[in-house]
């Protein structure tokens, strides 16, 4: 590792750092809804929880809305475009947990999202010779195949510097597609038709979910990010997703700390595709076809885009890109064939000019943590810090 | 229906022909039977890997980055060569022109690809990693951008010339030279290797006696000393991305005569990750082992299509290898460091 990377020295570290958490707690034109962040931390606990479950009463009402401007284009369905947004915002929700969170650069994210897929056709289609199980039993199962592929993967290649997952996973991505293509069971591009659904009819007797109707599919994939959210939220907030943050920040040091950085690299990797293969699944499930064409790596990177675009590391944020990343084509049907390449140039310039995406992530963790130490032991130690302080200068100036 | 998936990343050896059911064979005979010739061919292919996998080499050494774009520095080289190859008025069938024409057009054609592929990574360079440079982005802002970068150039592509390859151009016919355990070596195999084995040693050569080449091995080693001691970073950095687009326009060329139906606008893309697999079996950083890499790359990736029974199986075959070195010896055959070589 060259030395241009990692802390810089500073000569006096206290007061840099003390500079760093002011700029950290004053820094107020970060996001493009500035103080909104500030704003909603200052409310009570059940004021939050009450604004959230409108939020959630308004995003299960979407459908039926059908909100003019907002609404697709004609010749794309609403129902089924929020079907598939809701999928693009898990697979964002999942990708997030490894690229936000662990700060792992997974190329082939589409790979997971096609095995879940595949796990979903093949236990439930007419067309697979194999055991047939119900729809729903479908979904732990394919989150489980893809958590044992994502440990395969990772184990390998997470001892290493992340970069090199980054080109494996690249080249897992292509190359699932392509043993999809020459396994025979796994049908290449015919491919797998009439794949199963939840059960259920309606007052007619016909099926409730539809693939020709979007909104009970929109339904329950809502239903089923808001418990991941849930669940990744703790996750964020627990020993494993400080580790996350700490592993993200700088890993050598998260290491020396103690941080079983290798264990915790791999939970996310698994955890990550998992969700990616719970995504799958669900997209097997709406469309009820698959085949080996839907899998490309181009997807993969528009999955990167959509968690780059909503703000790495914020799990809203990833809900907000992932659902913008499959609804930008479908309201502009002019551009949708551009969208690969408007989505490529866009992953440039938020690298370029804003790195923190739509919604930043509250990189103010950590310097949360520091705030919160130093005004625990601020009374009684202030001397002290003054005379590391002073230690600090002279050791910077000689 | 599988040639149609994925018209341009084949490798067409007739001889490994599936039949219906069977998806995977383990053909030692076939293996044996055709073990000169796929090895000649392994080694042309590998070449085209060998001088790739030089450009991911430099400037992961230089730069500490998986530079995703390289692939499509490649496919702008391709893409230059057709255009030459089009506006000289080539066909699908090779026309019978004297010696000194063909290696006209050819050179012609190299100093197109390799201005195109140079330009390319520079302006890469110059507009997305450098930017990145200058703010001191993690590691990860630099790698999303290269891919970020690759994706945006493809599908500039595509919206330019569509999703469909572009038309087989073709050079010279491929004459018999001389045959070795009864396989016959064709001209354009011989071209091939011959040429990027010049093109590979001259690099090493460069590296490692030129002051531009120690001003390369310097920044590799450590940015701020060499810095310090009067090194121009940003010039050598763009330098080795500049020679990185050199070799990948080289390769290019050699791509095209060998796969003249390989232009497309994704056609780089899997030659890019096995020309990556190839640096990093050689380790990364290191130019011999770029070269080595690159050989042992494509004489694994043949052997392996032979020995499974069909072509799509050279790039799982290159894939498990990756990940087989990684977890083996991470650090490749003949290590990594672009620094620490001797000069």
Partial sequence: MSTTEGPTLIPDSAAAQAMADREAKGRRRRGWFPGLGDKWNALPRHIQWLWLMVVVVIAYLLPILNPPFITTEPGNNWQIALAQMSVYALVAVGLNVVVGYAGLLDLGYVAFFAVGSYTAAMFTSPDSPYLHIPYLWTLPLAMAITMFFGVLLGVPTLRLRGDYLAIVTLGFGEIVRILATIIPAMKGQVGFQNVGHPPGTDANGDPIFLNSNGTPWYWLTLTVIIIVLLLAGNLERSRVGRAWIAIREDEDAAEIMGVPTFKYKVWAFAIGASVGGLSGALFAGQVGFVNNQKFDIATSILFLAAVVLGGTGNKVGAILGGSLVAYIPLRFTSIAEFKYLIFGVALVLIMIFRSAGLLPARQRLLAYGRLAYNKLKEPPMSRRVQVTTDGGKEAGDE | ?343
């Avoid at chain 2, 450009?55 to 060569?81: D, M, Q, R, W």
């Avoid at chain 2, 054609?109 to 390799?114: F, K, R, T």
């Avoid at chain 2, 200058?134 to 994706?151: D, E, N, Q, Y």
């Avoid at chain 2, 990750?273 to 082992?289: E, Q, W, Y």
Wanted: hydrophobic share 55%; glycine share 10%; proline share 4%.
């Fill in chain 2, 1 to 343: 229906m599988i040639s149609e998936a994925i018209p341009s990343l084949i490798h067409a050896v007739p001889m490994a022909v599936p039949m219906d059911d069977t998806w995977i064979t383990f053909d030692v005979n076939s293996l044996a039977e055709n073990f000169w010739s796929s090895t000649f061919d392994g080694l042309t292919f590998g070449a085209i890997y060998a001088l790739v996998a030089l450009g991911y080499t430099l400037v992961y050494g230089v730069l500490n980055l998986i530079n995703f774009a390289h692939s499509e520095v490649f496919i702008v080289g391709c893409y230059g060569v057709f255009f030459t190859l089009s506006a000289l008025n080539f066909g699908p069938s090779a026309p019978h022109l004297p010696f000194w024409a063909i290696v006209g057009n050819l050179l012609l054609a190299l100093v197109v690809a390799v201005i195109a592929s140079a330009l390319t990574a520079v302006i890469v360079e110059r507009v997305a990693y450098k930017p990145l440079r200058r703010r001191k982005a993690p590691r990860l802002a630099f790698l999303i951008t290269a891919i970020g970068v690759s994706f945006a150039i493809q599908y500039l592509i595509y919206w330019w010339r569509g999703p469909s390859p572009e038309a087989a151009l073709t050079m010279f016919r491929p004459t018999p030279i001389f045959d070795v355990f009864g396989t016959i070596v064709d001209s354009q195999q011989l071209v091939i290797i011959i040429a990027a084995v010049i093109l590979m040693v001259a690099t090493d050569q460069f590296i490692r006696r030129s002051k531009t080449g120690r001003g390369i091995r310097a920044v590799a080693q450590d940015p701020d000393t060499a810095t310090l001691m009067g090194v121009n970073k940003e010039k050598i950095i763009l330098t080795t991305f500049a020679i990185g687009g050199l070799l990948a326009g080289a390769a290019a060329l050699f791509y095209v005569m060998k796969i003249p139906s390989g232009v497309q606008y994704n056609g780089g893309f899997i030659l890019g990750v096995k020309a990556f697999a190839a640096a990093v079996l050689g380790g990364i950083g290191n130019v011999r082992g770029a070269l080595l890499g690159g050989l042992l790359i494509g004489l694994i990736g043949n052997y392996g299509q032979v020995l499974l029974g069909s072509s799509q199986w050279t790039d799982v075959v290159a894939f498990v290898v990756l990940v087989l070195v990684l977890v083996v010896r991470p650090d490749g055959i003949l290590g990594t460091s672009l620094g620490k070589s001797k000069a």
